[in-house]
């Protein structure tokens, strides 16, 4: 018997960490690798597992991450297939209140779960800022060999990566018997840590590795899941509905050891794309089993003229102009680079359009074009969408200042890395000059 499954993907909070990057759009529209999205990443994965009814739970600025969602996933009307975005709202049960955690969106989106035509078995629930390559299949056979009332996905990790991560302590069988929510002390580590040789016993090499890890993904027996959720208030899965679950009810762990990133920070989003770039890139978007969903896009090939590109992610419909180098980088769709440029260890996410050969209403051209001018440098930069540099722009973090604003707004330094904001304009010959 096949068994019938949702996906929902949790958008997260304000996502401030990754502000600015989320100063204008929901964690899960932040573009990535030069053309895709975050959201793609679970969707992908929940298509290529043979899940096609997906909800999105968001309630933060979720404009550009539905006009994505709507013009990139449309299945046939014989599948019953479909991908929803679902924004908090005002609802005569829930009130005003937005939510208040990732258990408290899941709960108040229950009716409609209710209304789906053949009710699912099982409910998986995602993160939409992560990126990972996962068979969810491989997951449901491990909670129905288990006969598991909620089954988490677990990865091996360090006893240090684990003091930012929720760790869990597991029996002989794969039973979840401890949670403790980002341990800070050793002796709190190893209340949950685990013998390696049990890891290495489960067909995945520990090297070094004693703590296993919540990945954020869990996989619910519908009755579970409603049970859980309309018994108590709990508002976050991690910090509340666990540490309840595993005295009362089987929660079983599902061993993953492939590549994972939870992209939550300026900084783990500009390492793990620019790692995307290198020569032993961990993650590949071009598996032929299961590949990465984005919006087709009808875009001419890029164009390089005499430049210079080494161990860089270039999209398509891009102009490189001559003389210019770019290395160890991701260069977005649309992007215009003039000559003479030089962009290493940087993110230039390219332009929604390009820009128009037609004066202006006072009948002057843009007084800056879109895209990077003439010998500008720009070193370890995230630079948003539709920007416009003018020739000579220098963008380097000499000094190394961890937090920066500069005067005119449009540059700012998080987690040491400076980010130009979307539809920005820097003059010709603008230097960054942090000052900490």
């Given at each position: 018997m096949r068994h019938q499954t949702i996906a929902l993907v949790l958008g997260g909070g304000r996502g401030t960490r990754l502000h600015p990057l989320t100063g204008i759009r929901s964690k899960p529209a932040v573009p990535l690798a030069g053309k895709y999205r975050l959201i793609d990443i679970p969707i992908s994965n929940c298509i290529n597992s043979d899940i096609t009814r997906i909800f999105v739970l968001t309630q933060f600025m979720s404009a550009s991450l539905h006009q994505h969602l709507r013009r990139t996933y449309t299945f046939d009307q014989f599948t019953g297939g479909f991908v929803e975005l679902m924004a908090a709202q005002e609802t005569p049960d829930s009130g005003r209140d937005w939510y208040?955690?990732?258990?408290?969106?899941?709960?108040?989106?229950?009716?409609?779960?209710?209304s789906i035509p053949e009710q699912p078995d099982y409910v998986l629930i995602l993160s939409g800022d992560q990126l990972y390559r996962m068979d969810f299949r491989t997951m449901i056979e491990t909670h129905e060999r288990s006969k598991a009332d909620v089954t988490i996905a677990a990865i091996p990790v360090t006893r240090e990566a684990a003091r930012s991560l929720g760790v869990m302590r597991i029996d002989g069988e794969g039973r979840v018997v401890g949670f403790l929510e980002k341990p800070q002390t050793d002796a709190e580590i190893d209340l949950v840590r685990m013998d390696p040789a049990w890891i290495d016993a489960q067909g995945v090499p520990s090297q070094g590795r004693d703590c296993l890890a919540s990945m954020g993904i869990y996989l619910f027996n519908r009755e579970t899941m409603f049970d859980v959720l309309r018994k108590t208030t709990y508002a976050d899965f991690g910090k509340e509905v666990f540490p309840a679950a595993i005295r009362s009810r089987r929660v079983q762990v599902h061993l993953f050891d492939g590549y994972w990133e939870d992209i939550g920070t300026i900084r783990s989003f500009?390492?793990?794309?620019?790692?995307?770039?290198?020569?032993?890139?961990?993650?590949?978007?071009?598996?032929?089993?299961?590949?990465?969903?984005?919006?087709?896009?009808?875009?001419?090939?890029?164009?390089?003229?005499?430049?210079?590109?080494?161990?860089?992610?270039?999209?398509?419909?891009?102009?490189?102009?001559?003389?210019?180098?770019?290395?160890?980088?991701?260069?977005?769709?649309?992007?215009?680079?003039?000559?003479?440029?030089?962009?290493?260890?940087?993110?230039?996410?390219?332009a929604d359009f390009w820009d128009s050969t037609m004066p202006l209403?006072?009948?002057?051209?843009?007084?800056?074009?879109?895209?990077?001018?003439?010998?500008?440098?720009?070193?370890?930069?995230?630079?948003?969408?539709?920007?416009?540099?003018?020739?000579g722009c220098r963008l380097i973090n000499d000094g190394g200042v961890v937090e920066y604003d500069s005067e005119c707004g449009s540059v700012l330094v998080r987690d040491g890395i400076p980010v130009v904001i979307k539809d920005s304009t820097l003059p010709e010959g603008w230097v960054l000059k942090c000052v900490s």
């Amino acid at each position: 018997m096949r068994h019938q499954t949702i996906a929902l993907v949790l958008g997260g909070g304000r996502g401030t960490r990754l502000h600015p990057l989320t100063g204008i759009r929901s964690k899960p529209a932040v573009p990535l690798a030069g053309k895709y999205r975050l959201i793609d990443i679970p969707i992908s994965n929940c298509i290529n597992s043979d899940i096609t009814r997906i909800f999105v739970l968001t309630q933060f600025m979720s404009a550009s991450l539905h006009q994505h969602l709507r013009r990139t996933y449309t299945f046939d009307q014989f599948t019953g297939g479909f991908v929803e975005l679902m924004a908090a709202q005002e609802t005569p049960d829930s009130g005003r209140d937005w939510y208040e955690g990732t258990a408290d969106a899941v709960r108040k989106n229950l009716r409609y779960i209710e209304s789906i035509p053949e009710q699912p078995d099982y409910v998986l629930i995602l993160s939409g800022d992560q990126l990972y390559r996962m068979d969810f299949r491989t997951m449901i056979e491990t909670h129905e060999r288990s006969k598991a009332d909620v089954t988490i996905a677990a990865i091996p990790v360090t006893r240090e990566a684990a003091r930012s991560l929720g760790v869990m302590r597991i029996d002989g069988e794969g039973r979840v018997v401890g949670f403790l929510e980002k341990p800070q002390t050793d002796a709190e580590i190893d209340l949950v840590r685990m013998d390696p040789a049990w890891i290495d016993a489960q067909g995945v090499p520990s090297q070094g590795r004693d703590c296993l890890a919540s990945m954020g993904i869990y996989l619910f027996n519908r009755e579970t899941m409603f049970d859980v959720l309309r018994k108590t208030t709990y508002a976050d899965f991690g910090k509340e509905v666990f540490p309840a679950a595993i005295r009362s009810r089987r929660v079983q762990v599902h061993l993953f050891d492939g590549y994972w990133e939870d992209i939550g920070t300026i900084r783990s989003f500009y390492e793990a794309n620019l790692s995307l770039a290198g020569e032993a890139a961990p993650f590949s978007f071009s598996s032929p089993e299961a590949p990465v969903y984005s919006r087709a896009r009808f875009l001419p090939p890029t164009r390089v003229q005499g430049a210079t590109v080494s161990n860089t992610l270039l999209a398509d419909g891009c102009r490189i102009g001559k003389g210019t180098v770019i290395e160890n980088s991701v260069i977005g769709l649309r992007c215009i680079v003039g000559e003479n440029v030089t962009i290493r260890n940087s993110i230039v996410m390219g332009a929604d359009f390009w820009d128009s050969t037609m004066p202006l209403t006072n009948g002057a051209l843009p007084k800056v074009p879109l895209g990077i001018g003439d010998n500008c440098v720009i070193d370890g930069v995230i630079v948003d969408k539709n920007c416009r540099m003018g020739a000579g722009c220098r963008l380097i973090n000499d000094g190394g200042v961890v937090e920066y604003d500069s005067e005119c707004g449009s540059v700012l330094v998080r987690d040491g890395i400076p980010v130009v904001i979307k539809d920005s304009t820097l003059p010709e010959g603008w230097v960054l000059k942090c000052v900490s």
